[in-house]
């Protein structure tokens, strides 16, 4: 019996010490080592002759020991039986390790404790492994919480917020603990939750693995956001759904500037598509003047022969013809007006006492049921513009108005200094920066529908019932105030009225405004002057001459500007007034003109024309010493500028 169990504890002797992962050992009541296998020399370094007998709190770290860790280790297990825990150990070499320790209390046959058996396991790897995870955790972590850019944080299967990073709070405006457990459905708008959108991101990112999209998302304080969204899927190990990462970012600043550049963009269109409406309407109104000018002049001959015969029909057939061809030069004006070729003759305008003096034309003009208010204004800066065409601008503006309070109502017309920055010019691109004076024109009536409100300034468009407008108004408004450097704007809504705002830039001259001319007097009297008639349409050269004649002038034409200065290079012909078309193929008007003054230096020139171009008027403004007539002309008018210019010393 004693031989077996001597054979049985040899046996367990091997085993123990074939074990080389584990280090298993025996320590007596007082810690000290007393048994050492194949696996703790292995795994401490000792050999058996150098542990053996030693203190087992030598394995353990000077803080371990300092906090006295060993002895607790051998009181826990010899009250409870068994101690275990992982912690740092030290080997013979002073290297440390990662040890996953079980020390077992042995007592014998009564129960008396006899010593303890010690099981100790190198675990370093796996620790490290379960570190580096942590670590990588935590730096995750502090990169989610450093970011405060972009709202970063979890949703659970249901929706319901999980984590929540800085970046969410200063985004969306709530703490942690305000909006953990809630739904994300707080985040989006009483629209989008009445189409069903959350239900509907969550959806797709469980189906397709990710969801994203643009649109308006909710602050805690109620305001809104432009965000961009990315919902991402996560799955276990097994690919059942654990939840949703969710990543939101505020593009409210990029929106905005996208949508300033969309409606800059529309505004650039809308500008172009009125330029080349502009120049069609421009090169139409030249060719058609000469034609008005044809059948004026020869009603006004008609009419003028046939006062001693022919009943009162002809005379009534002859006036109506003469009105008709008449409103067509004042459509043909207006056209010109649009398309920027009218000649202007700017002027420096104090626009107080323009303002004053309006006031009384325009109540007696729109009626009593109109109130009418002209607002100055002290240190109103000066403009430089055509009073004329200024005039007939605000006239027609405020006949708009009486049309869209036919119940009657205010119109206020304003002046105002306004100084217009960079951000302004930037969303208004047609106003550069800088000083110009606004004049307001704003009425209580109806107001216009956006899509009336896009069309105001096409030629032709009108709201008015047929023969009630003819479409020209707010496209001559246009096309005189662009041509005046500035810049024209409408505000409009139905029921709040209409504010048409025309920007001037300010006069920076030190000329004053000049006062108005007095009435010019025709000469009377038989001429036996010479005028030269250059034109290159036969019909109108024809007219002109015949009426120059019948004035008593004795005419040479020509019908182009070669012709008229080889006339001019006759020593032996006396001319004294140079009468020319502007646009004429080849050599134009203007050319004509600096060629005949170098050729006869005292000659006097008339320029005449239906569409100016550039070649007598440039931005819009007559050149230096230019005498111009705008065609349609008729008879008297001609008469009188021809003889101003005769006249003049």
Do not use: C
Request: proline share 4%; hydrophobic share 40%; aromatic share 8%.
């Amino acid at each position: 019996m004693k031989k077996t169990a001597v054979g049985d504890a040899r046996s367990l002797e091997l085993m123990v010490n074939a074990i080389v992962d584990y280090a298993i050992f025996m320590l007596d009541t007082e810690g000290l080592v007393r048994t050492w296998n194949k696996g703790a020399e292995r795994l401490k370094f000792y050999a058996a002759d150098e542990i053996v007998g030693k203190p087992f709190s030598i394995f353990y770290t000077p803080e371990d020991r300092e906090k006295g860790l060993p002895s607790r280790a051998l009181a826990t297990a010899a009250e409870t039986g068994r101690f275990a825990s992982e912690g740092w150990r030290v080997r013979k070499d002073g290297s440390r390790f990662w040890a996953l320790v079980v020390l077992d209390a042995i007592r014998d046959e009564e129960g008396r404790l006899v010593g303890f058996a010690k099981v100790t396991r190198d675990i370093t790897d796996r620790q490290r492994a379960h570190s580096d995870l942590l670590e990588s955790e935590r730096r995750y972590r502090r990169l989610v919480e450093a970011v405060v850019d972009y709202a970063i944080f979890q949703l659970d299967p249901s929706g319901n917020v999980a984590t929540w990073n800085p970046g969410a709070e200063r985004i969306k405006g709530y703490r942690p603990e305000e909006i953990i457990g809630r739904h994300f459905s707080t985040f989006y708008t009483p629209e989008d939750l009445e189409r069903g959108v959350p239900k509907a991101a969550l959806a797709e990112a469980t189906e397709k693995g990710r969801f994203e999209a643009e649109g308006w998302r909710m602050r805690k304080d109620g305001r809104r956001f432009w965000a961009s969204v990315v919902i991402d899927r996560i799955t276990d190990e097994s690919g059942a759904i654990i939840g949703f990462a969710k990543v939101t970012r505020d593009l409210t600043e990029r929106k905005q500037a996208q949508d300033e550049l969309q409606r800059v963009q529309e505004q650039l269109v809308a500008s172009q598509k009125l330029e080349a409406v502009g120049q069609l309407s421009g090169g139409i109104a030249h060719d058609f003047n000469n034609l008005l000018m044809i059948v004026l002049g020869n009603l006004e001959n008609a009419e003028r022969s046939s006062r001693n015969i022919g009943g009162p029909n002809l005379h009534r057939a002859l006036t109506n013809a003469k009105r008709g061809a008449e409103r067509a030069a004042a459509l043909t004006s207006r056209l010109l007006a649009f398309s920027r070729r009218q000649a202007l003759d700017p002027k420096p305008v104090n626009l107080n006492g323009f303002l004053s003096g309006l006031q009384e034309f325009l109540q007696r003009t729109l009626g009593e049921r109109i109130e009418i208010q002209t607002v100055g204004g002290a240190g109103l800066w000066q403009i430089e513009a055509d009073v004329n065409h200024l005039e007939s601008t605000i006239v027609n503006l405020a006949i708009n108005a009486r049309d869209a309070m036919p119940n009657g109502g205010k119109l206020t017309i304003e002046g105002a200094n306004v100084s217009v920055d960079d951000d302004y010019s930037r969303i208004n691109p047609e106003l550069a920066a800088g000083q110009y004076v606004v004049i307001s024109v704003s009425d209580t009536g109806s107001g216009m529908t956006p899509e009336v409100l896009n069309r105001a300034f096409e030629p032709f468009f009108t709201t008015k019932e047929p023969g009630q407008g003819t479409g020209l108004g707010l496209s001559q408004v246009y096309g005189f105030v662009k041509q005046s450097g500035g810049h024209v704007k409408i505000y409009s809504e139905v029921g709040e009225g209409t504010s048409i705002k025309m920007y001037f830039p300010r006069y920076a001259g030190n000329a004053q405004p000049a006062p108005d001319d007095p009435d010019e007097l025709i000469s009377e009297g038989v001429s036996s002057e010479t005028i030269l008639v250059v034109e290159d349409h036969a019909d109108l050269r024809t007219y002109v001459s015949d009426v120059l004649r019948d004035l008593n002038y004795r005419v040479l034409s020509a019908a182009s500007a070669q012709a008229a200065l080889t006339i001019l290079l006759q020593e032996d012909q006396h001319v004294d007034l140079l009468l020319t078309d502007v646009v004429m193929p080849g050599i134009n008007g203007r050319e004509l003109g600096k060629r005949a003054q170098q050729i006869r230096p005292h000659l006097r020139i008339l320029f005449m024309t239906g569409y100016s171009r550039n070649a007598v008027v440039h931005q819009g403004r007559l050149d230096e010493g230019v005498d111009l007539l705008e065609k349609p002309v008729t008879q008297a008018r001609l008469a009188l500028k021809v003889r101003e210019l005769l006249d003049r010393t």
